[in-house]
Protein backbone atom coordinates (compact mmCIF):
# COMPACT_ATOMS: atom_id res chain seq x y z
CA UNK A 1 0.00 0.00 0.00
CA UNK A 2 1.01 3.93 -0.39
CA UNK A 3 2.02 5.95 2.26
CA UNK A 4 0.37 8.50 4.22
CA UNK A 5 1.73 11.37 1.60
CA UNK A 6 0.65 8.82 -1.16
CA UNK A 7 -2.98 9.05 -0.03
CA UNK A 8 -3.28 12.76 0.33
CA UNK A 9 -1.41 13.25 -3.10
CA UNK A 10 -3.55 10.80 -5.01
CA UNK A 11 -7.24 12.62 -3.33
CA UNK A 12 -5.24 16.10 -4.08
CA UNK A 13 -5.23 14.89 -7.76
CA UNK A 14 -8.82 12.95 -7.41
CA UNK A 15 -10.09 16.68 -6.14
CA UNK A 16 -8.66 18.01 -9.11
CA UNK A 17 -9.96 15.93 -11.41
CA UNK A 18 -13.37 16.41 -10.14
CA UNK A 19 -13.34 19.86 -10.74
CA UNK A 20 -11.80 19.93 -14.42
CA UNK A 21 -15.02 17.17 -15.07
CA UNK A 22 -17.19 20.04 -13.58
CA UNK A 23 -15.55 22.52 -16.26
CA UNK A 24 -16.06 20.53 -18.88
CA UNK A 25 -20.05 18.94 -18.35
CA UNK A 26 -21.30 21.46 -16.02
CA UNK A 27 -20.03 25.07 -16.70
CA UNK A 28 -21.45 25.20 -20.20
CA UNK A 29 -24.90 23.96 -19.02
CA UNK A 30 -24.57 27.43 -17.01
CA UNK A 31 -24.50 29.56 -19.95
CA UNK A 32 -28.08 29.47 -19.92
CA UNK A 33 -28.53 31.24 -16.59
CA UNK A 34 -26.05 33.91 -17.34
CA UNK A 35 -28.03 37.40 -16.47
CA UNK A 36 -25.93 40.96 -16.90
CA UNK A 37 -25.27 42.21 -13.77
CA UNK A 38 -27.11 44.90 -12.76
CA UNK A 39 -25.91 46.96 -9.53
CA UNK A 40 -27.96 47.99 -6.49
CA UNK A 41 -29.61 51.30 -6.42
CA UNK A 42 -28.16 54.37 -4.62
CA UNK A 43 -30.67 54.42 -1.98
CA UNK A 44 -29.66 51.08 -0.96
CA UNK A 45 -27.37 50.84 1.51
CA UNK A 46 -28.08 47.61 2.96
CA UNK A 47 -24.98 45.38 3.07
CA UNK A 48 -24.68 41.70 3.91
CA UNK A 49 -21.68 39.49 4.74
CA UNK A 50 -20.53 36.10 4.56
CA UNK A 51 -17.86 34.02 5.33
CA UNK A 52 -16.64 31.55 3.14
CA UNK A 53 -13.61 28.92 3.61
CA UNK A 54 -12.63 27.49 -0.13
CA UNK A 55 -15.17 24.91 0.13
CA UNK A 56 -14.03 23.42 3.42
CA UNK A 57 -16.60 22.99 5.81
CA UNK A 58 -16.51 25.75 8.92
CA UNK A 59 -19.37 26.34 11.43
CA UNK A 60 -18.59 30.14 11.05
CA UNK A 61 -19.89 30.21 7.32
CA UNK A 62 -23.55 30.11 8.46
CA UNK A 63 -23.46 32.97 10.05
CA UNK A 64 -25.08 36.14 8.20
CA UNK A 65 -24.31 39.61 9.35
CA UNK A 66 -26.19 42.67 7.96
CA UNK A 67 -24.95 46.34 8.25
CA UNK A 68 -27.23 48.76 7.68
CA UNK A 69 -26.99 53.05 8.11
CA UNK A 70 -30.39 54.66 10.42
CA UNK A 71 -30.97 57.13 8.44
CA UNK A 72 -31.97 54.91 5.57
CA UNK A 73 -34.34 53.32 7.25
CA UNK A 74 -38.19 54.37 6.21
CA UNK A 75 -39.37 55.97 9.29
CA UNK A 76 -42.91 57.41 9.45
CA UNK A 77 -41.79 60.57 11.48
CA UNK A 78 -38.88 62.03 13.67
CA UNK A 79 -39.67 60.43 16.84
CA UNK A 80 -39.34 56.67 15.26
CA UNK A 81 -36.01 57.03 15.06
CA UNK A 82 -35.43 57.72 18.82
CA UNK A 83 -37.48 54.94 19.21
CA UNK A 84 -35.38 52.60 16.81
CA UNK A 85 -32.40 53.76 18.77
CA UNK A 86 -33.68 52.43 21.70
CA UNK A 87 -34.71 49.18 20.28
CA UNK A 88 -31.73 48.68 18.75
CA UNK A 89 -29.73 49.09 22.28
CA UNK A 90 -26.25 47.51 21.97
CA UNK A 91 -26.72 46.70 17.95
CA UNK A 92 -26.82 50.69 17.62
CA UNK A 93 -23.23 52.43 17.06
CA UNK A 94 -22.04 55.69 16.11
CA UNK A 95 -19.74 54.88 14.18
CA UNK A 96 -19.77 52.44 11.02
CA UNK A 97 -18.44 48.78 11.72
CA UNK A 98 -14.99 48.06 10.10
CA UNK A 99 -16.33 45.09 8.22
CA UNK A 100 -19.28 46.80 6.95
CA UNK A 101 -18.19 47.13 3.54
CA UNK A 102 -19.11 50.99 2.98
CA UNK A 103 -16.57 53.04 2.04
CA UNK A 104 -15.52 56.33 3.64
CA UNK A 105 -16.85 58.44 1.23
CA UNK A 106 -20.17 57.60 1.90
CA UNK A 107 -19.90 57.52 5.49
CA UNK A 108 -20.24 61.77 5.79
CA UNK A 109 -23.47 61.69 3.82
CA UNK A 110 -25.23 58.71 5.75
CA UNK A 111 -23.73 57.56 9.21
CA UNK A 112 -25.11 60.71 10.71
CA UNK A 113 -27.53 58.82 13.15
CA UNK A 114 -25.38 55.72 13.25
CA UNK A 115 -25.61 52.36 11.92
CA UNK A 116 -27.24 48.98 12.98
CA UNK A 117 -25.29 45.80 13.02
CA UNK A 118 -27.52 42.43 13.23
CA UNK A 119 -25.81 39.26 13.00
CA UNK A 120 -27.18 35.64 13.79
CA UNK A 121 -25.25 31.98 13.47
CA UNK A 122 -28.15 29.87 15.20
CA UNK A 123 -29.49 28.28 12.30
CA UNK A 124 -27.68 25.44 10.50
CA UNK A 125 -28.22 27.67 7.02
CA UNK A 126 -26.64 30.89 5.99
CA UNK A 127 -29.96 31.71 4.22
CA UNK A 128 -32.07 30.78 7.13
CA UNK A 129 -29.82 33.21 9.19
CA UNK A 130 -30.16 36.38 6.79
CA UNK A 131 -34.16 36.08 6.85
CA UNK A 132 -33.89 36.05 10.60
CA UNK A 133 -31.73 39.20 10.18
CA UNK A 134 -34.01 40.50 7.89
CA UNK A 135 -37.23 40.09 9.53
CA UNK A 136 -35.57 41.28 13.04
CA UNK A 137 -34.52 44.30 10.83
CA UNK A 138 -38.48 44.35 9.68
CA UNK A 139 -39.58 44.61 13.32
CA UNK A 140 -37.84 47.29 14.73
CA UNK A 141 -38.56 49.40 12.12
CA UNK A 142 -42.54 48.13 12.31
CA UNK A 143 -42.45 48.83 15.94
CA UNK A 144 -40.60 52.08 15.86
CA UNK A 145 -43.05 53.95 13.50
CA UNK A 146 -45.76 52.63 16.01
CA UNK A 147 -46.84 56.24 17.79
CA UNK A 148 -48.80 54.52 20.90
CA UNK A 149 -45.51 54.61 22.41
CA UNK A 150 -42.81 57.00 21.66
CA UNK A 151 -40.93 56.73 24.78
CA UNK A 152 -39.62 60.41 24.12
CA UNK A 153 -38.37 61.00 27.36
CA UNK A 154 -35.86 58.00 28.13
CA UNK A 155 -32.25 58.57 27.16
CA UNK A 156 -30.30 56.52 24.19
CA UNK A 157 -28.39 54.29 26.27
CA UNK A 158 -24.64 54.42 25.19
CA UNK A 159 -22.72 52.40 27.17
CA UNK A 160 -22.04 49.54 25.21
CA UNK A 161 -19.88 52.15 22.92
CA UNK A 162 -18.31 53.51 26.11
CA UNK A 163 -17.58 49.76 27.40
CA UNK A 164 -15.76 49.18 23.97
CA UNK A 165 -13.94 52.28 24.09
CA UNK A 166 -12.66 51.22 27.23
CA UNK A 167 -11.96 47.40 25.80
CA UNK A 168 -9.95 48.89 23.21
CA UNK A 169 -7.84 51.01 26.08
CA UNK A 170 -9.02 54.22 24.13
CA UNK A 171 -8.33 56.57 27.03
CA UNK A 172 -6.81 60.04 27.84
CA UNK A 173 -4.07 59.17 25.48
CA UNK A 174 -6.14 58.41 22.49
CA UNK A 175 -7.38 61.38 20.35
CA UNK A 176 -11.20 60.04 19.64
CA UNK A 177 -11.73 59.85 23.50
CA UNK A 178 -14.53 61.48 24.60
CA UNK A 179 -14.55 64.63 26.55
CA UNK A 180 -14.02 64.50 30.14
CA UNK A 181 -16.61 65.39 32.32
CA UNK A 182 -16.19 68.97 34.11
CA UNK A 183 -17.71 70.83 36.68
CA UNK A 184 -19.43 73.11 33.74
CA UNK A 185 -20.98 69.44 33.12
CA UNK A 186 -23.46 69.45 35.94
CA UNK A 187 -26.53 71.57 36.04
CA UNK A 188 -25.72 74.97 37.89
CA UNK A 189 -28.56 73.81 41.27
CA UNK A 190 -26.27 70.90 42.33
CA UNK A 191 -23.76 72.88 42.54
CA UNK A 192 -22.61 74.68 45.86
CA UNK A 193 -23.93 77.96 46.00
CA UNK A 194 -25.79 78.14 43.54
CA UNK A 195 -26.92 81.22 41.81
CA UNK A 196 -24.31 83.32 44.21
CA UNK A 197 -21.71 85.08 42.31
CA UNK A 198 -18.23 83.62 42.20
CA UNK A 199 -15.98 84.82 44.90
CA UNK A 200 -12.29 85.03 44.23
Known amino acids: ?35 PFVPPPSNNYLTHRQLWYGGEEHPAERKAVVVVPV ?9 ALHKFKLIAGPRWSRECPKDAGISSDELESIGKEGFIKISCEDMPDHGLNLKW ?68
Open 133 to 200: CSDVLDRMVKESNDTSVTFSDVPVDDRHIRSRDRKQRTGKHHARRAKTPTIDDFPKEWLPNAGQPATT
Open 1 to 35: DATALGHLILRQQREYLNLFRKIELEVPQLKAFRR
Open 71 to 79: SKLPFAKPS
